[in-house]
């Protein structure tokens, strides 16, 4: 028997395939009610301050509770993008469903879900993936003006407002290198910047995030010159965290980036 289509609005489709597909597997959903903006159908969602509210995934450490899910008795009314706000939602916890997939997958794909879309549509939040978008460390190139018998100072401020600044002097025959060894041994002794920040290179400074994700800004604060102090790598927190390491949850189909996949899930 053919598994049957709803089509809603975005003209995503999904189905209610639980006690359809596969030979009688069960489906079971909750309905709660939605607090958030009016969300689409196919998105996961977290549990909102009560038990019986839920929201659209807001951070990497979102608890992940379910999928929403077209139904003619728990969704209530629908609008141009699905669930009006403070409205019944229908949420899948176990059994299949049919979702768009935003990159290509397959059955061997691992599950990511979108929490947030940096200079993306909101829209995407909730949506699903088989495509990690990675948080980015932090790279900053530092090239130093060397002069003979000049000081020369940085200051690596953090967003936590935690800074630490460091002071060098160049000898009487100073190198780009031999100012630059100086700062990363200054930097290496010290625990807690290098918890934070690596200095590598040779004739630039390299500075390396250790935290992905976690911005920080390198300032030219002594009297000696550098050329340029440049953000090699912007931190980018990423977009996604993934699902299926910690909850029971997998790819049943393949399906081409924007195209219908089934997912199935087995949520306590």
Request: hydrophobic share 40%; glycine share 10%; charged share 20%.
């Amino acid at each position: 028997m053919a598994i049957p289509q709803i089509v809603y609005p975005e003209n995503q489709a999904v189905g209610l395939e639980g006690d359809i597909a596969d030979g009688g597997r069960d489906a079971h959903s909750r309905t709660r009610v939605n607090i958030a903006a009016d969300m689409n159908f196919g998105r996961g969602v977290s549990v909102g301050a009560a038990d019986d509210e839920v929201l659209l995934p807001t951070g990497v450490a979102t608890a992940f509770r379910g999928i929403t899910r077209f139904s003619h008795t728990g969704s209530g009314s629908t609008t141009a993008t699905g669930i009006p706000q403070n409205m019944p939602a229908s949420i899948l916890t176990k059994g299949r469903i049919r979702v768009i997939a935003e990159e290509a997958v397959t059955p061997a794909s691992q599950v990511f879900m979108r929490y947030q879309n940096a200079g993306a549509s909101p829209e995407g939040i909730g949506r699903f993936t088989g495509t990690e978008d990675a948080a980015v460390a932090k790279v900053v190139t530092a090239t130093v003006t060397a002069v003979n018998d000049t000081d020369y100072q940085l200051t690596i401020h953090f967003p936590d407002n935690e800074e630490f600044v460091y002071d060098v002097t160049g000898d009487a025959s100073a190198t780009a290198t031999e100012i630059n060894d100086d700062f990363r041994t200054k930097m290496a002794a010290d625990a807690g910047f290098t918890a934070r920040v690596v200095a590598t290179g040779t004739t630039t400074l390299i500075l390396t995030g250790q935290l992905v994700g976690e911005d920080f800004l390198v300032n030219d604060s002594g009297p000696g010159d550098w050329a340029s102090i440049t953000d090699t790598i912007a931190a980018a927190t990423g977009d996604t965290v993934r699902l299926d390491d910690v909850h029971s949850i997998q790819w049943v189909t393949s399906a081409s980036a924007g195209e219908i996949a089934v997912l199935e899930l087995n949520l306590p």
